[in-house]
Nanobody, 128 residues
Framework: QVQLVESGGGLVQAGGSLRLSCAASGRTFSSYAMGWFRQATGKEREFVAAIPRIGGSTYSADSVKGRFTISRDNAKNTVYLQMNNLKPEDTAVYYC?????????????????????WGQGTQVTVSS
């Protein structure tokens, strides 16, 4: 079991930046693959970015490529989402998620169904 707490959301003007953090409880953070999702009002939850357990390639949605960067610090039990050049369409509640399962799943990393634990979310609002 892991508990996830997001922080760093807020109100920012278009073109600005924010860095979201997701702090995980427990001592086995490095055993979880991590992802960020977002959900705008009236829309389905959508994949933003993901990072494997220990380093390696990261993944991001086409809509955020070149603007958002996911990273993790296993020593601090934290995953980050650096968001640059924000646009009004990035407005949403952002959630971090942890995947504990080890078996290969071709739905990784974009399907919410492959993640086992979720944070409560943090609001990001981008004004035009």
């Amino acid at each position: 079991q892991v508990q996830l707490v997001e922080s760093g959301g807020g109100l920012v003007q278009a073109g600005g930046s924010l860095r979201l953090s997701c702090a995980a409880s427990g001592r086995t953070f490095s055993s979880y693959a991590m992802g960020w999702f977002r959900q705008a009002t009236g829309k389905e939850r959508e994949f933003v970015a993901a990072i494997p357990r220990i380093g390696g390639s990261t993944y991001s949605a086409d809509s955020v490529k070149g603007r958002f960067t996911i990273s993790r610090d296993n020593a601090k039990n934290t995953v980050y989402l650096q968001m640059n050049n924000l646009k009004p369409e990035d407005t949403a509640v952002y959630y971090c998620a942890a995947r504990s399962r080890l078996l290969y799943d071709n739905r990784w990393p974009a399907s919410p169904d492959v993640y086992d634990f979720w944070g409560q979310g943090t609001q990001v609002t981008v004004s035009s």
